[in-house]
């Protein structure tokens, strides 16, 4: 049925060992909160209980044999959820793999399972009626969407492959879709294309899926946009820039679902000159604090924001607690942040002040077979 992506994460020796390990057998919710994690390997999806009055997480097994699990996003109410895998076939198709499981009492069953637009599905999002989920393949430069039925997603029901590429030759040698979201009012979808250096704009059709061109974002050459976040105040959104290490801070049109660039922060510190991948972002409920992760030097980043205007300003960087920060998010206490260290095959938490959003500088970690992604209901 499927065959597995040759990411580079797979070209590690460790993590391969990691790979092998078979989870320990799946257990039912401890007193807590059922934390599901998208891991990189054939096992796919992990399920931990966690603790928010001690930061702690204890492995609860194996939650759905489904390989390579890129992503996963939950639909309203946490009764469905779904999972971008990034694999090179499925079906005898060249596409990756978009699949959907019903949750109860901690446990996922099987829905549905389709063939995304193109290979190496990285990405997938929901929009905010639950009835459309998009999804964007690294590996094959390309996008769909799906129509949802009480869980089950359809066939696809849009694709759009893309063309253009950047002048970075080893990362932007084609397209490279990376990402995908939705506007404020739920009437735009966007694609972000890293090898493309522009993010895609769509009006949405909720009832059909189908998505219908309305413009495109031009991020600087070689910069490689791969993440899209909208700030609360419904106005502001951050691209994370995952070549030139930089974040754009952009205006959202309401209108006609454009973006603009209003500045642009570089989040490598002056004296640092190596390789450098930025990657994802974390915002606070109030909007007053905003989060970056960065990969290769490793670390988080800062910044306290203006909940009006969604402006930004640096406090300081932290340690992401090991090596490759995938996926980094906030507990629904948002007293800890816990961080997917994709190479360390770990998850590491920290405490954070809900006050001031402050990091400690030293956190905990527990075991993750190559962590990309962290959910929580």
């Known amino acids: 049925m499927r065959n597995l992506s040759r990411r580079k994460f797979l070209e590690s020796a460790s993590v391969v060992a990691v790979a092998t390990a078979v989870p320990p057998a799946f257990s039912e919710p401890r007193p807590g909160e059922r934390v599901f994690v998208g891991s990189g390997t054939a096992h796919g999806i992990l399920a931990y209980d966690w603790n928010g009055a001690t930061g702690e997480l204890s492995a609860a097994g194996l939650a759905a044999q489904v390989p390579t699990v890129d992503w996963l996003t939950y639909s309203a109410g946490d009764k469905f959820l779904f999972a971008a895998c990034e694999v090179d076939t499925f079906n005898g198709k060249p596409t990756g793999e978009v699949a959907s499981f019903a949750v109860g009492n901690g446990a ?8 995304s637009a193109g290979k190496g599905t990285c990405h997938i999002a929901l929009d905010r009626t639950g009835r459309v989920l998009l999804s964007a393949d690294y590996g094959g430069g390309s996008a769909a969407s799906f129509l949802v039925t009480d869980g089950k997603l359809s066939p696809a029901v849009w694709t ?4 253009a590429h950047g002048p970075n030759k080893d990362r932007q040698e084609a397209a490279h879709a990376h990402f995908c979201s939705f506007s404020p009012d739920n009437r735009f979808a966007y694609i972000n294309d890293l090898g493309g250096d522009m993010i895609h704009v769509y009006r949405l059709d909720t009832t059909s899926a189908h998505l ?6 031009h991020a600087n050459p070689g910069a ?25 801070v952009l205006a959202w049109h309401q209108a006609d679902g454009g973006l603009t660039r209003v500045t642009s922060i570089d989040l490598l510190p002056p004296e640092f000159h190596g390789v450098s991948r930025a990657c994802d972002t974390v915002i606070t409920r109030d909007g007053r604090f905003v989060y970056f992760a960065n990969r290769d030097n490793n670390f988080l980043y800062s910044f306290s924001a203006d ?7 640096p406090m300081r960087r932290s340690s992401c607690g090991g090596k490759i920060p995938r996926n980094f998010v906030l507990d629904p206490t948002e007293r800890w942040m816990l ?8 998850i590491s938490v920290f405490a954070r002040d809900p ?23």
Not at 307 to 313: C, F, I, P, Y
Not at 355 to 377: H, Q, W, Y
């Open 339 to 346: 961080v997917a260290n994709q190479d360390s095959n770990w």
């Open 307 to 313: 909940a009006s205007t969604g402006a930004l300003t």
């Open 212 to 217: 219908t061109r309305a413009g495109v974002y």
């Open 224 to 248: 490689g946009p791969r993440t899209l976040h909208f700030h609360p105040n419904g106005h502001t959104a951050y691209c994370v820039n995952e070549l030139a290490s930089t974040v754009d």
């Open 160 to 163: 759009e492959h893309y063309t």
């Open 108 to 115: 996922l069953q099987p829905l549905s399972a389709q063939n």
């Open 355 to 377: 006050v001031t959003g402050e990091l400690a500088d030293e956190g905990k970690s527990f075991n993750a077979a190559t962590p990309m992604r962290i959910l929580f209901g």
